[in-house]
């Protein structure tokens, strides 16, 4: 067997068992990823254009977040009408939202289409996770959600430096309008080749949230603020230390796509053998040593960006492995549980947007590493109370009781 054969056996064995339609599902988040993101890598340049400070900029961020916070009311809406229609009207609102973004003038209607974009993607993103826990076994679950996951990485591998050449091209605004359009065909393609999905009667309720599981949404309440602390801060650091342009912001958002890219596609090929709670356990505590040691990125860019690529190499691997477990909290309930777990993301997003930024803009990277460090490591706590040392969750069932 030549090494072409080879290959190809590997990528036939990875994609066995997982079903047909997970392919459109993955290219429509990679599209409402590139939507969602596109803020992020730009957050100067676009404070800029707005006529505001990237402090307030995060706020603003922040008010996007807290919406999310209506997560499991769209799970419930979910479950009852169908993954298929949440999903299509997810992606719909998200063109709608990001067309918004790039016509506007001041920061109220900009605002108002980061809360559109929320509520849009959350649609989507739960929506295609409750699809997935209810189509794909669970011992192949990391494999399917890494691997829908990584567009999360490919929306800055791609994206991002299309981005970048869009706005110097034309504006900041350029980029959201063609990912507008992007999103608009996108919801095409879905109305026409989606499968379409029973509504029920009746919306399943939600049962009562078994200790694992609340203990898991705060564990994803820390993670969220965590991970914001960074998105929120990392552009301004780079640009303040470094001199970075729009264009160097492009190629750090390559670089930090490439990291997760890394991460989410470790777990789609290691995490079901490994086991995604073990993942999750060890990826935190190697995320751990590099927020604290952030501010040495200040002497050297490639320092800051050795220690930026790894610390998303960590915790896109928690993160993807900690959505896998979770899609199996509620089976009689998926949508409205992934719901409740979004929630927690977005809750604890909500404060890491406003505490990463203000305290940047007030004090710079090194309280913002110790401040992160102490929420990543009560996250592990967390972690370890909800699943032991052990991590046995991998293997028994565990259904809310």
């Given at each position: 067997?030549?090494?072409?054969?080879?290959?190809?056996?590997?990528?036939?064995?990875?994609?066995?068992?997982?079903?047909?339609?997970?392919?459109?599902?993955?290219?429509?988040?990679?599209?409402s990823n590139i939507a969602y993101r596109l803020v992020f890598p730009f957050l100067p340049t676009i404070s800029r254009g707005l006529g505001v400070s990237t402090g307030t900029m995060g706020t603003a961020l922040a008010m996007r977040d807290l919406v999310e916070i209506s997560s499991p009311l769209l799970g419930k809406i979910t479950d009852k009408r169908g993954t298929s229609q949440a999903m299509?009207?997810?992606?719909?609102?998200?063109?709608?939202?990001?067309?918004?973004?790039?016509?506007?003038?001041?920061?109220?209607?900009?605002?108002?289409?980061?809360?559109?974009?929320?509520?849009?993607?959350?649609?989507?993103?739960?929506?295609?996770?409750?699809?997935?826990?209810?189509?794909?076994?669970?011992?192949?679950r990391s494999r399917a959600i890494g691997l829908i996951?990584?567009?999360?990485?490919?929306?800055?591998?791609?994206?991002?430096?299309?981005?970048?050449?869009?706005?110097?091209?034309?504006?900041?605004?350029?980029?959201?309008?063609?990912?507008?359009?992007?999103?608009?065909?996108?919801?095409?393609?879905?109305?026409?080749?989606?499968?379409?999905?029973?509504?029920?009667?009746e919306t399943v309720p939600v049962s009562r949230l078994s200790p694992i599981a609340r203990f898991a949404l705060l564990a994803m309440v820390a993670l969220g603020c965590g991970h914001m602390m960074m998105l929120v801060t990392f552009a301004a650091f780079l640009e303040d230390q470094h001199g970075l342009s729009t264009s160097g912001l492009g190629f750090i958002a390559l670089v930090i796509g490439v990291a997760e890219l890394i991460g989410s596609g470790g777990v789609a090929i290691f995490g079901d053998r490994f086991g995604k709670v073990k993942v999750v356990k060890v990826a935190l505590i190697l995320s751990l040593p590099l927020s604290i040691f952030l501010p040495?990125?200040?002497?050297?860019?490639?320092?800051?960006?050795?220690?930026?690529?790894?610390?998303?190499?960590?915790?896109?691997?928690?993160?993807?492995?900690?959505?896998?477990?979770?899609?199996?909290?509620?089976?009689?309930?998926?949508?409205?549980?992934?719901?409740?777990?979004?929630?927690?993301?977005?809750?604890?997003?909500?404060?890491?947007?406003?505490?990463?930024?203000?305290?940047y803009e007030n004090s710079g990277m090194g309280p913002v590493s110790i401040i992160m460090t102490a929420v990543l490591g009560f996250a592990f706590l967390i972690v370890l109370k909800a699943f032991g040392v052990s991590g046995e969750f991998e293997d028994r069932d565990i259904l809310p009781s």
């Open positions: 067997m030549g090494i072409n054969d080879g290959s190809k056996s590997n990528v036939r064995k990875f994609s066995a068992e997982l079903p047909a339609g997970l392919i459109l599902i993955t290219f429509g988040r990679f599209i299509v009207a997810g992606i719909c609102g998200l063109g709608m939202a990001t067309a918004l973004q790039g016509a506007s003038s001041g920061l109220i209607l900009f605002i108002f289409a980061l809360v559109l974009a929320s509520l849009s993607k959350n649609s989507f993103d739960i929506g295609s996770s409750a699809w997935t826990g209810a189509s794909v076994p669970f011992d192949k996951e990584t567009t999360w990485a490919l929306s800055f591998v791609i994206g991002m430096p299309v981005a970048a050449v869009l706005i110097r091209a034309g504006t900041w605004r350029t980029p959201f309008l063609v990912t507008a359009a992007l999103c608009a065909l996108t919801g095409v393609v879905f109305h026409l080749f989606l499968p379409k999905n029973e509504a029920k009667a040495l990125g200040e002497s050297s860019i490639w320092a800051a960006l050795l220690l930026i690529s790894f610390w998303f190499i960590c915790t896109e691997s928690v993160i993807v492995s900690m959505l896998s477990t979770c899609t199996e909290l509620d089976r009689k309930a998926r949508g409205a549980m992934m719901g409740f777990v979004y929630a927690g993301w977005a809750f604890g997003r909500f404060f890491g947007a406003i505490i990463g930024a203000r305290v």
